[in-house]
């Protein structure tokens, strides 16, 4: 009776809600747009922020390598992903591609992480976009209070900046794809025109002996340096390479989803990550690595470009480009904007398509009936992010976002394996190649990059995951559309789901014993935490086995 968890999502009813009378979305999206789309959303608080610190904390100057593995998982799983987007071309991404081919349980999982990876990626992005807001006003001499920048755990009390952000792209989604998608290409274009300038600017500053170590000693510390800091850097810096999933989220939006899809996808993918290359050696060509160890916070661009000039009688350097800062400020401040505006898209369009389903409630897919969009679901979102942009450390969301992404390849590319099985006759207007190999290294690159993320990553993720588990144990399992409702099969599959969350709790406390150990008992908080949620959700969960129909 448990076969309700894994019932799928017949192929045909998904393709009818994404043509005619079933899609309540507007088709607006050519390629073009699909590809500002992918790398509106890749181009952003990854590149400009994250590489610095990854950069001085764990890879040095072979951060290039870690952007080079992590460009092969994203290589994976972004052919995986541009199967499914020409097979299904539904909203919802890897969510909707687990509901046809894992079945509803699975489905449920992926999109509840998915919604994990963009709202706090979008948080992530504008704690990023309020860092650079303040260093641009400080250029004019103009302070704003540090206590209303920054959250309570970087010393301050609320960060204003973050929030105005979220919600002035919440508002631009609200009123329409297509306005969005304008908007956002104008930001892409030049966003990608300031990459390319620091490109050429910087590589004549380049400074041979900065890369010299090129990977430095590892310092004791696992992840730090060495080949465990390389790839530790690879799996922070993933967050820079999230984008074009989120292209696939938006495939009820696209005139020509079939043919489209992958171009977007894989193009975007193509684009950004020779930049990405090319940036990153720049960067640590042009200064030292340990220049960007707690300078700036999360905006080290700054430090590099002031580094780009010629040193003076006493060895200090006078920027030759003192205007190039400013630009670069202005047009990170816009590119942050279009990363925001699509990660919000992403997850707007994940819950819209989760409710669809039944799995959540019908307020997440009502639809306004003048702009088209999901209005109230863009607000609730923009609550929740707010919250996150406020108060929580940039460097816990960044990593949970990475976390995030991560599972969710993992599970697109065991889709691939899967539908090649069960539906090996249906059309698809893209095939990944080498199959089963290529979603086999996809799983494999993407896991191993997983495993080197800090174990207080892995803390967040299994928390988040477990509170999912209450949602659809207490609603997702007794509304879902698909399901036969029958008391007994409800209760068949709540004792699955049970004895899994079961599993997560446990392994939950002892993940966050060893992060205890690791640390020197400096984490009471985040262990005794851990603790006492593992403990209530295994008798909670193991309730559900004592149930009867």
């Given at each position: 009776m448990a076969s309700q968890l894994w019932i799928k999502k017949p192929l045909e009813k998904l393709l009818h809600e994404s043509t005619g009378e079933g899609n309540q979305l507007k088709r607006t999206l050519g390629p073009g747009s699909l590809v500002a789309l992918g790398i509106g959303a890749i181009i952003g608080a990854g590149l400009f922020s994250i590489t610095g610190g990854a950069a001085a904390n764990q890879a040095g100057p072979a951060i290039t390598i870690s952007f080079i593995v992590a460009a092969l998982g994203c290589a994976f799983a972004g052919l995986c992903y541009a199967e499914f987007a020409s097979m299904i071309p539904v909203a919802g991404s890897a969510y909707t591609y687990s509901y046809a081919t894992m079945g509803e349980f699975i489905a449920w999982i992926i999109g509840w992480d998915l919604v994990l990876e963009y709202a706090v990626g979008a948080a992530t992005v504008s704690i990023s976009w309020s860092r650079y807001l303040v260093k641009f006003c400080e250029g004019f001499d103009v302070h704003l209070p540090a206590a209303l920048t920054v959250g309570p755990w970087d010393g301050g009390v609320i960060n204003l900046p973050a929030i105005f952000i979220v919600i002035l792209m919440s508002l631009l989604l609200m009123k329409g794809t297509q306005e969005s998608a304008l908007v956002n290409g104008i930001i892409v274009g030049l966003k990608v025109a300031v990459v390319i300038i620091f490109i050429v600017l910087g590589w004549k500053y380049i400074n041979e002996s900065n890369y010299v170590p090129y990977i430095p000693d590892n310092t004791g510390n696992f992840g730090e340096y060495g080949f465990s800091g390389i790839i530790r850097a690879a799996a922070i810096v993933f967050f820079a390479y999230i984008g074009f999933d989120a292209v696939s989220t938006a495939a009820q939006e696209a005139k020509n989803p079939k043919k489209d899809m992958p171009i977007g996808i894989l193009g975007s993918l193509v684009i950004c990550t020779i930049l990405y290359i090319l940036f990153a050696h720049v960067m640590t060509g042009v200064t030292n690595y340990t220049t960007f160890k707690g300078q700036d916070g999360i905006a080290p661009v700054a430090v590099a470009i002031e580094s780009m000039g010629t040193p003076d009688a006493s060895g200090a350097i006078h920027p030759d480009y003192p205007w190039l800062n400013r630009a670069i400020i202005v047009a990170i401040l816009a590119g942050y904007a279009s990363v925001i505006l699509v990660m919000?898209?992403?997850?707007?369009?994940?819950?819209?398509?989760?409710?669809?389903?039944?799995?959540?409630?019908?307020?997440?897919?009502?639809?306004?009936?003048?702009?088209?969009?999901?209005?109230?679901?863009?607000?609730?979102?923009?609550?929740?992010?707010?919250?996150?942009?406020?108060?929580?450390?940039?460097?816990?969301?960044?990593?949970?976002?990475?976390?995030?992404?991560?599972?969710?390849?993992?599970?697109?590319?065991?889709?691939?394996?899967?539908?090649?099985?069960?539906?090996?006759?249906?059309?698809?207007?893209?095939?990944?190649?080498l199959v089963p190999l290529v979603p086999i290294l996809g799983i494999f690159t993407c896991f191993f990059m997983m495993a080197f993320l800090p174990l207080d990553t892995w803390i967040r993720l299994f928390v988040w995951m477990i509170i999912g588990f209450d949602v659809y144990l207490y609603y997702g399992i007794k509304n879902s559309f698909l399901s036969n409702k029958l008391p007994a099969s409800i209760v068949a599959g709540g004792k699955t789901v049970g004895i899994v969350g079961i599993v997560l709790a446990v392994l939950l406390a002892a993940i966050a014993y060893f992060h205890h150990v690791q640390t020197d008992g400096t984490d009471t908080g985040i262990y005794y935490f851990s603790l006492v949620f593992a403990a209530i959700h295994i008798v909670t969960f193991g309730m559900t086995q004592t149930r009867k129909a």
């Open positions: 919000l898209l992403g997850q707007s369009r994940v819950f819209f398509s989760m409710s669809k389903d039944g799995l959540l409630p019908r307020v997440f897919s009502a639809v306004h009936p003048k702009f088209q969009t999901p209005v109230k679901n863009n607000t609730m979102f923009l609550v929740f992010v707010s919250l996150f942009a406020a108060f929580v450390p940039a460097r816990v969301v960044g990593e949970m976002t990475s976390i995030g992404t991560l599972f969710a390849f993992i599970l697109v590319c065991i889709g691939i394996i899967v539908m090649r099985k069960q539906m090996p006759d249906a059309p698809r207007a893209f095939k990944t190649p």
